[in-house]
């Protein structure tokens, strides 16, 4: 509970520094006001607080949206996408399909081409399917080559939270990938709380 707090704290200071302050004491107009209530650490707003984390993050990364269009940034968020959906090491038909249209609805990914995104995304999923270790290996690699752009590297570790949480539920096996894909990228997991 307190890592989604946390993730919704840094979220929403990366959101103003992005917006230059803009915002500064209305960040969660929007989403429902909830987002500010102070106790959700109890289990009983446990689920809203994943809702406005994810909410939170979508709102930031559409306010970067204008710096996120390097091929780079597309096939690591795809790579990302990708080992979240396989991160139990295994991905259904329908999960996919339900993973694919999240990524063609993501507001930020809108600035590729859906078939570029369902190639990519397909791509590793297979892979992973096939044979886990190499495909994870494949996809940490491509990963990694965001890590040139700390503003694209941080985008790729938020893709991925924003599609782990998108179902209400953060598993320990998609924690365990984005925290690797934080040492790829060579940022600390801390810094997200993972």
């Known amino acids: 509970m307190a890592l989604f707090d946390r993730l919704k704290d840094q979220a929403k200071n990366l959101q103003q520094q992005v917006q230059g302050g803009h915002g500064a004491s209305g960040g969660h107009g929007g989403h429902g006001g909830q987002a500010g209530h102070g106790g959700s650490r109890s289990g009983g707003s446990r689920g809203a607080s994943r809702a406005q984390l994810v909410g939170l993050l979508k709102t930031q990364l559409g306010s970067l949206k204008t710096e ?9 968020s795809m790579a990302m996408c990708a080992l979240v959906a396989a991160a139990d090491g295994h991905v259904d038909p329908s999960e996919q399909q339900q993973m694919e249209s ?18 990519r995304f397909n791509k590793h999923v297979d ?9 994870k290996a494949e996809a940490m690699q491509e990963i990694a080559k965001a890590a040139k752009k700390p503003t694209e590297a941080r985008a790729v570790i938020q893709t991925g939270i924003v599609i782990a949480g998108a179902d209400g539920y953060f598993s320990q096996s998609e924690q365990e990938v984005l925290r690797e894909a934080c040492a790829a990228l060579g940022l600390s997991p801390a810094e997200f709380q993972l």
């Open 68 to 76: 996120l269009k390097s091929g780079a940034y597309r096939d690591a």
């Open 102 to 119: 999240m990524i063609l609805s993501n507001e930020v990914l809108q600035n590729f081409p859906p078939d570029q995104l369902r190639q």
């Open 127 to 135: 892979l992973l399917t096939r044979n886990f270790p190499q495909g």
